[in-house]
Nanobody, 122 residues
Framework: QVQLVESGGGLVQAGGSLRLSCAAS????????MGWFRQAPGKEREFVAA???????YYADSVKDRFTISRDNAKNTVYLQMNSLKPEDTAVYYC????????????????WGQGTQVTVSS
């Protein structure tokens, strides 16, 4: 099995930055696509960003030009650099790993982390 642990969440003012990390164990990290999803209060879980083993990246329109996903295969870790944060970015952020045939569809990922809270104040 793959275990995923997110970290780096917290409270930040609008316009600020945070970097989330997701550490993976149990499988060959480099063989998986990695994604970030988020769920805000009263809303459904939504796709944020993903990176394939090929290093191709994908972003939700709402975070393009503000967030950057990257992976360090030597450290079995994926990152989400979040800049110019907005109050609407407030959510629990989840890391996911899997085949991700459709990278924006959460059901195509087989493994999920516990989530980390990101709160952006106005």
């Amino acid at each position: 099995q793959v275990q995923l642990v997110e970290s780096g969440g917290g409270l930040v003012q609008a316009g600020g930055s945070l970097r989330l990390s997701c550490a993976a164990s149990g499988r060959s990290f480099s063989s998986y696509a990695m994604g970030w999803f988020r769920q805000a209060p009263g809303k459904e879980r939504e796709f944020v960003a993903a990176v394939r083993s090929s290093a191709n990246t994908y972003y939700a329109d709402s975070v393009k030009d503000r967030f950057t996903i990257s992976r360090d295969n030597a450290k079995n870790t994926v990152y989400l650099q979040m800049n110019s944060l907005k109050p609407e970015d407030t959510a629990v952020y989840y890391c996911a790993a899997g085949s991700a045939i459709i990278v924006k569809l959460g059901s195509t990922y087989g493994y999920w982390g516990q989530g980390t809270q990101v709160t952006v104040s106005s």
